[in-house]
T-cell receptor, first 113, second 112 residues
Framework: GQQVMQIPQYQHVQEGEDFTTYCNSS?????IQWYKQRPGGHPVFLIQ?????EVKKQKRLTFQFGEAKKNSSLHITATQTTDVGTYFC?????????????FGTGTRLQVTL | DAGVIQSPRHEVTEMGQEVTLRCKPI?????LFWYRQTMMRGLELLIY????????DSGMPEDRFSAKMPNASFSTLKIQPSEPRDSAVYFC??????????FGAGTRLSVL
């Protein structure tokens, strides 16, 4: 796995505001996955990015893989209270699979009305 | 499918006691992972198996920790003897061909 830095560690937004978390690596990544963990819950897979510059959308969530494949971001448009949780990026191994993931430190999102 | 099943959900034990955590992966998955999560250290990979064979145990903190996977549908993580600093949530996850990981609900361990 690869070591990554996730920022910010914590963000508190009002419902309706946008939110972005960033995942940065000093080395080129073969692929990256994103997971969400609700308070008291377990990590749940959201998306996998493989290609340079790739952008994927899931409703209000937009995931991006940098052109150099060294960073990734998750952007949430118009947050809702259901978005509360910790978002982890997890770079995978080589060969197109992610047999060993190294989870980032995570960004904890709090959304208030 | 019931997903990854872990037991027990909660475990409270005294320092020095042996603790065994159990995991049943999703049927057909060939990878199994054990993680530990704490506020201080985040989500750490302890060990993972491929086709029941341990592939990487570099995350296992020390000799007090051991993991086995006797067959494709069962794995254990054992701590002997347990210490208060082992208190954490332990997750098991499984995947097919090393791709998307599906996590169990976790075991919350408290060592007093």
């Amino acid at each position: 796995g690869q070591q990554v830095m996730q920022i910010p560690q914590y963000q508190h937004v009002q419902e309706g505001e946008d939110f972005t978390t960033y995942c940065n690596s000093s080395t080129t990544l073969s692929n990256i996955q994103w997971y969400k963990q609700r308070p008291g819950g377990h990590p749940v897979f959201l998306i996998q990015l493989v290609k340079s510059g790739e952008v994927k959308k899931q409703k209000r969530l937009t995931f991006q893989f940098g052109e150099a494949k060294k960073n990734s971001s998750l952007h949430i448009t118009a947050t809702q209270t259901t978005d509360v949780g910790t978002y982890f990026c997890a770079p995978g191994g080589h060969g197109g699979t992610a047999s060993k993931l190294t989870f980032g430190t995570g960004t904890r999102l709090q959304v208030t009305l | 499918d019931a997903g990854v099943i872990q037991s027990p959900r909660h475990e409270v034990t005294e320092m020095g006691q042996e603790v065994t955590l159990r995991c049943k992966p999703i049927s057909g998955h060939d990878y199994l992972f054990w993680y530990r999560q704490t506020m201080m250290r985040g989500l750490e990979l302890l060990i993972y198996f491929n086709n029941n064979v341990p592939i990487d145990d570099s995350g296992m903190p020390e000799d007090r920790f051991s993991a086995k996977m006797p067959n494709a549908s069962f794995s254990t993580l054992k701590i002997q003897p347990s210490e208060p600093r082992d208190s954490a949530v332990y997750f098991c996850a499984s995947s097919l061909a090393g791709n998307i990981q599906y996590f169990g609900a976790g075991t919350r361990l408290s060592v007093l």
